[in-house]
């Protein structure tokens, strides 16, 4: 689970994501949550990446990527299936989620060809994402990484959010990707709703129900 804050602030101790994390393990998932460089830290990032938000969401991205090598490689000691791993973000999470979960295996592996990965952060080690929850966050940095072989997604977006791209176009392109690739995407649009919509209901179902009823499907949850 990858926190938000624009980048510039949160970490893994957010409420929102503590109380989403402890449900999820109630439903029987191992749930990780973790921190990621923000931009006030001024992470280095390769070219193209020059301005402060380009080089945070590599960073974001980065950190996220060696966090699934940390939990892959270290598969029996956390009891996990590496095969059924999910990435759950939300706002600047959600963008760091959709990153690392779509890109490919040598995408986001450094800071940039002058920061070799370190031994500790289990270089190597091969990665994959079975599904991606992504709340009220964008692809608009990548569009490039979807295509057949990415994992399925379930979107969250508010119709009034307008701190993330305008109203449900972040969401909407994210639409119209899955459809072009055949991806299978879970899509909740909330047209009467702001940035961080925890709170949300569809259906009588509120969102942690939503993200485990979707978890359900592409990650079953069990036997790891």
Not at 157 to 166: A, E, L, S
Not at 172 to 178: E, K, P, R
Request: proline share 10%; hydrophobic share 40%.
């Amino acid at each position: 689970l990858i926190h938000g804050g624009g980048f510039e602030r949160g970490s893994k101790e957010d409420a929102p994501q503590v109380t989403l994390g402890h449900y999820l393990a109630a439903q029987g998932y191992v749930c990780f949550l973790i921190n990621y460089r923000l931009a006030r830290q001024f992470p280095p990032a390769p070219p193209p990446h020059v301005d402060d938000l380009s080089r945070a969401v590599h960073a974001a991205a980065v950190d996220a990527k060696t966090a699934l090598r940390h939990i892959v490689g270290n598969r029996e000691r956390y009891r996990i299936d590496p095969e059924r791993i999910a990435l759950v973000g939300s706002s600047a999470g959600a963008i760091t989620a959709l990153a690392a979960g779509l890109s490919p295996p040598d995408a986001f592996l450094s800071d940039g060809p002058e920061y070799p990965v370190p031994s500790e952060n289990w270089p190597g080690v091969e990665t994959s994402v079975a599904a991606i929850v992504n709340l009220w966050g964008s692809a608009d940095f990548f569009p490039e990484y979807f295509n057949e072989q990415s994992p399925p997604i379930m979107t969250v977006h508010g119709g009034r959010d307008f701190r993330v791209g305008v109203s449900l176009l972040p969401a909407l392109n994210i639409d119209s990707y899955c459809q072009q690739y055949n991806i299978p995407h879970v899509f909740y649009p909330l047209p009467e709703a702001g940035h961080g919509a925890w709170d949300a209901i569809v259906d009588g179902k509120p969102l942690e129900v939503l993200v485990a009823e979707f978890l359900a499907q592409y990650v079953p949850r069990g036997g790891g």
